[in-house]
C-alpha cells in the first residue's frame, strides 16, 4: 500500500466513524463517546497525513506514533459503543474490522520504521 492509499483509507474510515458518530449523538450516553471517537478517528488520518509531510526520520517517527496512538483509541472507542448497547455488533463490524486493521498497519509500519532507523544509525556509527 502507496502513503496515498493509505492516507485515502485512513480519510475513508474517519468519514465513516463520523456517520456513525452522527448516530450515536440520538442516545443519551452518546454523545460523548461520539466525540471522542470522532476526535480519534479523524486524528487518526491527521497524524498520518502529517508523518508523511515530516521534516525528519524524528518527526516522522514521532507523527507515525500518535497516528498508531489515536487509532488504538479508536479501536477502544468502538469496543465500548458494542459493549455499552449504544450501537449493535451489526451496525459497528465493518468499522470495527477496519480499525483493527488500520491499527495493524500503522503498527508494522511504526515497527519498520524504527527498525530502519536503527540500522541506519548502526550503519553510520564505525566501532
Given at each position: 500500500m502507496t502513503p496515498?492509499?493509505?492516507?485515502?483509507?485512513?480519510?475513508?474510515?474517519?468519514v465513516?466513524?463520523?456517520?456513525?458518530?452522527?448516530?450515536l449523538g440520538h442516545h443519551p450516553q452518546g454523545r460523548r463517546i461520539a466525540d471522542q471517537l470522532s476526535?480519534?478517528?479523524t486524528s487518526t488520518a491527521a497524524n498520518y497525513?502529517?508523518?508523511?509531510?515530516?521534516?525528519?526520520r524524528r518527526e516522522?517517527?514521532?507523527?507515525?506514533?500518535?497516528?498508531?496512538?489515536?487509532a488504538d483509541e479508536t479501536v477502544g472507542w468502538l469496543d465500548i459503543v458494542?459493549?455499552?448497547k449504544i450501537a449493535g455488533e451489526e451496525r459497528t463490524?465493518?468499522?470495527r474490522r477496519e480499525a483493527n486493521e488500520v491499527l495493524a498497519i500503522l503498527a508494522k509500519s511504526r515497527s519498520t520504521a524504527l527498525r530502519n532507523e536503527q540500522k541506519r544509525r548502526n550503519d553510520l556509527d564505525p566501532r
Open positions: 496515498q492509499e493509505l492516507r485515502d483509507r485512513l480519510t475513508a474510515f474517519a465513516a466513524c463520523i456517520a456513525l458518530c452522527g448516530e476526535d480519534s478517528a497525513r502529517a508523518a508523511c509531510r515530516a521534516r525528519s516522522f517517527l514521532a507523527k507515525l506514533g500518535i497516528a498508531l496512538e489515536e458494542v459493549r455499552s463490524a465493518e468499522l
